[in-house]
């Protein structure tokens, strides 16, 4: 993707990606923990439904119908975490396994820095089009330490 394509709100170094990650992080924790629960409760009611003829007076109608009111609310939540994520300029790749892009400039071309929940601070970065599992170590002389 060209940089021309692709106009990030925010250009980050290292030291300002991960400046930023406790708050990232704490928005990020609620949005796993959330995206994991409505998967499985979506998993669940799907299960319940599946082979089952839903008909008139069938007792299990409302509670259905409330279970996936809430997941439906619960996937409203989902949007707005991800909302939050991308006014603080960065992009949420993957609600279940955590993942957020930080947008960099790298040897003069933009690319991402890449950290996942789990890792305790900014220490990966891939090409725009590669994607998590081209994502390569920092080395940090490389990536500018200033805004560009």
């Known amino acids: 993707m060209a940089m021309e394509t692709h106009k990030p709100?925010?250009?980050?170094?290292?030291?300002?990606?991960?400046?930023?990650?406790?708050?990232?992080?704490?928005?990020?924790?609620?949005?796993?923990r959330l995206a994991?629960?409505?998967v499985e409760r979506h998993q669940r009611v799907e299960h319940l439904k599946a082979g089952r003829a839903m008909s008139s007076g069938d007792p299990y109608d409302e509670e259905l119908a409330q279970i996936e009111d809430e997941l439906a609310k619960d996937r409203r939540r989902l949007h707005e975490f991800v909302e939050e994520l991308r006014e603080l300029g960065v992009e949420p790749k993957g609600s279940l396994e955590?993942?957020?892009?930080?947008?960099?400039?790298?040897?003069?071309?933009?690319?991402?820095?890449?950290?996942?929940?789990?890792?305790?601070?900014?220490a990966f970065w891939h090409e725009l089009d590669a994607g998590f599992r081209g994502r390569q170590p920092l080395a940090i002389a490389a990536v500018g330490d200033c805004p560009s």
């Open 36 to 38: 994991r629960e409505v």
């Open 9 to 32: 709100s925010r250009i980050f170094t290292v030291a300002e990606a991960n400046a930023r990650l406790p708050l990232i992080r704490a928005i990020t924790r609620d949005l796993v």
């Open 98 to 122: 955590g993942l957020v892009d930080f947008p960099a400039m790298l040897d003069g071309r933009l690319v991402y820095l890449c950290w996942q929940f789990d890792e305790p601070e900014v």
